[in-house]
């Protein structure tokens, strides 16, 4: 998968993208990022990108010229690339939505920072509006590399074993169950017998009940129909 990122925040992606799963992901070519600065397609002689709300208000609002230029640029008349831009006013991020991201030859991710984009940007555009959760960020930023990761590590051959994606919380659409290594007792605390048992299908009974609990404890949203 292709990923383009336009942001006016460049090198806040290499430092998460060069640890851990991301940069298998990235060593094994199943994700190429690829970062743009916004900034760079403002036709402004001092690279402004931003200005002062019609109406008054804090903050400062993404001018269309610059965001759209580079959009236009980067998608280089691709039509299978979804545009995405990041915003507390989209569609809330979710497993769901990652795995049928996952499915796409390529993403194009739009970071806004300020108080927002023109209207006139989404107007244009069109995008998939995506938010990460119902909290405000300083930018599209993080929320991107949010983006990235819950993507990558559904792509195949990145992680080892492909079971973990499936099996863990919200893919199932319940929490996890507990789990435990090592030592069988650490400060008086044991890891129940059952674990202990080589009992498979008691473990497995063990876990699914476990799993419900904790899921209709602290997530009962989640059990609700959709
Ligand atoms: Cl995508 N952007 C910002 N600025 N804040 C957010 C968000 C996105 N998702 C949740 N909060």
Same mark, same amino acid.
Do not use: L, Q
């Given at each position: 998968m292709t990923i383009d990122v336009l942001t006016l925040?460049? &090198?806040?992606f290499p430092g998460v993208l060069s640890h851990s799963i991301l940069k298998i992901a990235v060593q094994k070519k199943a994700m190429d990022v690829r970062l743009h600065n916004i900034r760079d397609y403002s036709k402004d002689k001092h690279g402004k990108v931003d200005d002062r709300p019609y109406g008054g208000g804090p903050g400062m609002i993404m001018t269309p010229q610059p965001v759209l230029d580079a959009v236009d640029a980067v998608r280089g008349g691709d039509e299978e690339a979804l545009l995405i831009v990041l915003t507390p006013q989209g569609r809330v991020w979710n497993q769901a939505l990652a795995s049928q991201l996952a499915e796409r030859r390529r993403l194009i991710l739009v970071c806004g920072r300020y &108080?927002?984009?023109?209207?006139r940007i989404l107007l244009a555009l069109k995008p998939l509006e995506v938010s990460i959760g119902d909290y405000i960020l300083t930018g599209g930023e993080l929320a991107a590399l949010v983006v990235i990761d819950t993507v990558a590590r559904l792509l195949p051959d990145v992680l080892g074993d492909p079971e973990s994606a499936r099996l863990e919380s919200f893919q199932g659409g319940m929490l996890d169950f507990p789990q435990y290594t090592r030592p069988s007792e650490f400060k008086g605390m044991r890891v129940p017998d059952v674990l202990l048992s080589g009992h498979h299908a008691a473990i497995e009974a063990w876990r699914r009940e476990q799993a419900l609990q904790r899921t209709m404890w602290r997530r009962a949203d989640l059990l609700k129909p959709t």
């Open positions: 925040f460049p &090198e806040m &108080e927002g984009f023109d209207e």
